[in-house]
C-alpha cells in the first residue's frame, strides 16, 4: 500500500542525502512506578529500539523521577518529548541538556524556534549558528537563519547566508528552493523568477517546487506559464490532489494567496523540507523530531500532518499515524488520502471492522475513488473474504475506462480472489490481462505457473512460466516453491528435493512449502525426513483443509498419485 506523500511525489523535497509490515511490539498495561532505576532505563532502551514511544517516554520518565539530575536521562526524555510533538515541555528539557551539553544540535534548534516566536532573531541565530556543525545541521541551520533575515526585511544578509550552501553541490535544490520563496515573500521578483526558475529546473518533480512557482506564476498575470507547470507534473503524478486543485482553481479563475506568507511558514516549510529528506528507514527517528518541530511553527499544518503519519507509519507506529491523519483538516484535498490510510492501519491494528467502515465511507462519499475501492478490495482479501473482495476490484475495475500498466495490480489480486473462490474460469483471464499489462511480473508468472501446475493443466507453458519467475526473483521462497512443485506434478523428484529444499530455507516457516518437500522426500524414499516436514507444516498453522490433508499423511504416508507429462496436461480452462 502506497503512503499519502509517496503517491504524491515521485520528488517530495528533491532526494538529497539521504509492503505488509510487521505488527508494533506493544507493551500493555505498564507498571513504572514499580521497576528500579537500572529496569526502567533498559526498559526504556528496548522500548525505544522497538519503536514504542509511549512506552518509551514512560520508563525514561520514571527513571528520571529516580535520578532527575542524570544527564543521559535528561537528554532522552527530551528526545522523546520532541518526538512526541510536546514542545513546550521539549523547551524546557532543552536548557537542561545545553547544561551539560552545549552544542545538542536539535536542543539549540527548538530553543532557538522559541525565540523566533518571541521574535528575538539575534538570539535564535546564536542558537542556530552553534547547531550547524554536522551536514543536516548545517543545512537546516542556513535556512532557518536566513529566514530569520527575511522576517527582518534584510534582504541581502538574508541571501548571503543562503550562499554557504555553495560549498556543498549536494544542497543547490535547496538553495534555489528556499532562495525563490524568500526573494518571493520579500517582492523581489526579479530574484524570485530567477530562483524559480532554477528549482524548477533542477528538480520540476518536487511536489513543493510544482506548488511554489505555480503559484508564484498565477501570482504575477502568467497563467498560460503556471498552467504549463502543473499539466507537466499531473502527466506523471495524475491523481496528485494539491496539484489538481491547484490546476482547478486557476481554470476558475481565483487567484491564490501566497504560498509561504510569512517567514514562520518559510521555516516550517525549511524544516518540512529536511523532514522529508530524511524519511528512509535509516533516518526515521530524526525525521520525526523535524517533522515536530515543523509543525511547531506556523505553516501548512495539512501537508507537514501528512508527512508526520507517513513517518509513524513507516515506523510502524500505526495508533500515532491514524492520530496525525486524523488531525487533517476534513477541507483539505488531502483527507481522503488520510482517509485511506487510516483504514489500512486500522487493519493492520487488527481492528478489521473499523477499517472497512472506514473505506466505506469514503467510497459513500465518492463512489469513483478507485484507491478507496481497490484498498478495500485488498483488506477483504487479506482477511480472506475472497467474495466480498472480487466485488470491490469489480467496482474498481468499472472505473477503468482503458486499462493501462498500472492497473495490472487490480486484475492479478481480482484473479487470486477469483482463484481463491473456485472460480478458474474467470481468475485466469484476469492474470493473462494483468500480464498482458505487465509482462513478465514475477507474482503473476507464479500464481498463474503454479495454479496451472497443481491444476494439471497447460503444464509445458506452466513450467516455463514458473521458471522465468525464479530468473525474475531467485531469492524468493514462494517461486521457488512453485518450481519444485512443479518438477514434482511431473514426477522429476529428485530435481523437486532440489528446488524445495532451496524453498524451506528460503521461508522456513510457511507450512506449504514444508508439506511439499515432504512430498518430495516421500516419493524418493527419504519418509523419516518427509514425516518431519509434514509435522513441520502441521506446527506452522497451515490452513484447515491443509492441516486434515498432513494429518492425514502423518498416519498413513502419501497415497500413490502418478506423475502427469507435459502432454497429458488438460487446456487452458479445464479445471482438471
Known amino acids: 500500500m502506497t503512503k499519502p506523500l509517496s503517491r504524491m511525489l515521485p520528488a517530495l523535497a528533491f532526494g538529497l542525502f539521504f509492503a505488509a509490515l510487521p505488527a508494533q511490539a506493544g507493551y500493555e498495561d505498564i507498571d513504572v512506578e514499580g521497576t528500579s532505576l537500572s529496569g526502567s532505563y533498559l526498559a526504556g532502551r528496548f522500548a525505544g529500539k522497538q519503536r514504542d514511544m509511549d512506552a518509551a517516554g514512560q520508563y525514561f520518565q520514571q527513571a528520571l523521577r529516580d535520578d532527575p539530575n542524570n544527564a543521559v536521562l535528561i537528554e532522552r526524555v527530551f528526545i522523546f518529548d520532541l518526538s512526541d510533538g510536546k514542545v513546550a515541555s521539549a523547551e524546557d528539557y532543552a536548557e537542561r541538556v545545553l547544561s551539560f551539553n552545549s552544542q545538542h544540535r536539535m536542543a539549540r534548534f527548538v530553543l532557538g524556534l522559541r525565540d523566533v516566536r518571541l521574535k528575538r532573531f539575534v538570539k535564535a541565530r546564536e542558537n542556530f549558528k552553534k547547531a550547524a556543525y554536522t551536514p543536516i545541521g548545517e543545512l537546516t541551520a542556513t535556512l532557518l537563519t536566513a529566514w530569520t533575515y527575511a522576517?527582518?526585511?534584510?534582504?541581502?544578509?538574508?541571501?548571503?547566508?543562503?550562499?554557504?550552501?555553495?560549498?556543498?553541490?549536494?544542497?543547490?535544490?535547496?538553495?534555489?528552493?528556499?532562495?525563490?520563496?524568500?526573494?518571493?515573500?520579500?517582492?523581489?521578483?526579479?530574484?524570485?523568477?530567477?530562483?524559480?526558475?532554477?528549482?524548477?529546473?533542477?528538480?520540476?518533480?518536487?511536489?513543493?517546487?510544482?506548488?511554489?512557482?505555480?503559484?508564484?506564476?498565477?501570482?504575477?498575470?502568467?497563467?498560460?506559464?503556471?498552467?504549463?507547470?502543473?499539466?507537466?507534473?499531473?502527466?506523471?503524478?495524475?491523481?496528485?490532489?494539491?496539484?489538481?486543485?491547484?490546476?482547478?482553481?486557476?481554470?476558475?479563475?481565483?487567484?491564490?494567496?501566497?504560498?509561504?506568507?510569512?517567514?514562520?511558514?518559510?521555516?516550517?516549510?525549511?524544516?518540512?523540507?529536511?523532514?522529508?529528506?530524511?524519511?528512509?528507514?535509516?533516518?526515521?527517528?530524526?525525521?520525526?523530531?523535524?517533522?515536530?518541530?515543523?509543525?511547531?511553527?506556523?505553516?501548512?499544518?495539512?501537508?507537514?500532518?501528512?508527512?508526520?503519519?507517513?513517518?509513524?507509519?513507516?515506523?510502524?507506529?500505526?495508533?500515532?499515524?491514524?492520530?496525525?491523519?486524523?488531525?487533517?483538516?476534513?477541507?483539505?484535498?488531502?483527507?481522503?488520502?488520510?482517509?485511506?490510510?487510516?483504514?489500512?492501519?486500522?487493519?493492520?491494528?487488527?481492528?478489521?471492522?473499523?477499517?472497512?467502515?472506514?473505506?466505506?465511507?469514503?467510497?459513500?462519499?465518492?463512489?469513483?475513488?478507485?484507491?478507496?475501492?481497490?484498498?478495500?478490495?485488498?483488506?477483504?482479501?487479506?482477511?480472506?473474504?475472497?467474495?466480498?473482495?472480487?466485488?470491490?476490484?469489480?467496482?474498481?475495475?468499472?472505473?477503468?475506462?482503458?486499462?493501462?500498466?498500472?492497473?495490472?495490480?487490480?486484475?492479478?489480486?481480482?484473479?487470486?480472489?477469483?482463484?481463491?473462490?473456485?472460480?478458474?474460469?474467470?481468475?485466469?483471464?484476469?492474470?493473462?490481462?494483468?500480464?498482458?499489462?505487465?509482462?513478465?511480473?514475477?507474482?503473476?508468472?507464479?500464481?498463474?505457473?503454479?495454479?496451472?501446475?497443481?491444476?494439471?493443466?497447460?503444464?509445458?507453458?506452466?513450467?516455463?512460466m514458473v521458471r522465468k519467475a525464479v530468473e525474475l526473483k531467485p531469492n524468493d521462497g514462494y517461486i521457488v516453491d512453485s518450481l519444485g512443485w512443479a518438477h514434482f506434478r511431473l514426477g522429476e523428484y529428485e530435481e523437486a528435493v532440489k528446488q524445495l529444499e532451496r524453498a524451506v530455507e528460503l521461508k522456513p516457516a510457511d507450512p506449504v512449502i514444508a508439506d511439499h518437500l515432504g512430498d518430495a522426500y516421500w516419493r524418493i524414499g527419504r519418509q523419516l525426513e518427509a514425516r518431519f516436514q509434514w509435522q513441520h507444516a502441521k506446527d506452522n498453522k497451515p490452513e484447515p483443509e491443509d492441516l486434515a490433508r498432513i494429518e492425514k499423511k502423518l498416519k498413513e504416508g502419501l497415497a500413490d498419485d502418478p506423475p502427469v507429462t507435459p502432454a497429458q496436461g488438460t487446456p487452458t480452462g479445464n479445471n482438471g
Not at 499515524?321 to 487533517?328: C, L, Q, R, T, V
Not at 483504514?343 to 465518492?366: F, G, M, P, S, Y
Request: no cysteine; charged share 25%.
Open 151 to 464: 522576517a527582518q526585511g534584510n534582504q541581502a544578509q538574508a541571501f548571503n547566508t543562503l550562499d554557504k550552501l555553495d560549498q556543498n553541490e549536494s544542497l543547490e535544490n535547496f538553495k534555489s528552493y528556499h532562495g525563490a520563496l524568500i526573494a518571493d515573500y520579500l517582492g523581489a521578483n526579479i530574484r524570485a523568477d530567477s530562483f524559480y526558475k532554477k528549482a524548477f529546473a533542477q528538480a520540476g518533480n518536487s511536489l513543493r517546487v510544482v506548488q511554489a512557482y505555480g503559484n508564484y506564476l498565477e501570482r504575477n498575470g502568467r497563467k498560460d506559464e503556471a498552467r504549463k507547470v502543473y499539466e507537466q507534473f499531473l502527466q506523471a503524478s495524475e491523481k496528485n490532489p494539491l496539484v489538481r486543485q491547484a490546476l482547478d482553481s486557476l481554470d476558475k479563475g481565483t487567484k491564490p494567496e501566497a504560498f509561504v506568507k510569512t517567514p514562520e511558514a518559510g521555516m516550517s516549510e525549511a524544516l518540512f523540507s529536511v523532514a522529508s529528506a530524511l524519511s528512509d528507514d535509516q533516518g526515521l527517528e530524526v525525521a520525526l523530531a523535524y517533522a515536530q518541530l515543523a509543525l511547531s511553527v506556523s505553516g501548512d499544518r495539512n501537508i507537514n500532518l501528512t508527512l508526520l503519519g507517513d513517518i509513524y507509519e513507516s515506523m510502524n507506529s500505526y495508533q500515532r499515524s491514524i492520530d496525525a491523519y486524523d488531525a487533517i483538516d476534513k477541507t483539505s484535498v488531502l483527507k481522503p488520502n488520510a482517509d485511506l490510510e487510516v483504514a489500512v492501519n486500522l487493519q493492520r491494528l487488527e481492528k478489521k471492522d473499523e477499517a472497512k467502515a472506514r473505506l466505506k465511507a469514503l467510497i459513500a462519499t465518492d463512489p469513483k475513488d478507485y484507491d478507496a475501492q481497490v484498498t478495500l478490495g485488498n483488506l477483504y482479501r487479506n482477511n480472506e473474504e475472497f467474495a466480498p473482495a472480487a466485488d470491490a476490484y469489480n467496482a474498481a475495475i468499472a472505473l477503468i475506462a482503458k486499462p493501462e500498466r498500472e492497473n495490472w495490480t487490480v486484475f492479478y489480486y481480482r484473479g487470486i480472489a477469483f482463484e481463491r473462490t473456485k472460480q478458474w474460469d474467470k481468475a485466469e483471464p484476469d492474470f493473462r490481462k494483468a500480464l498482458e499489462l505487465e509482462p513478465d511480473q514475477p507474482m503473476v508468472l507464479n500464481y498463474l505457473g503454479y495454479s496451472m501446475v497443481d491444476k494439471k493443466i497447460n503444464l509445458t507453458e506452466a513450467i516455463a
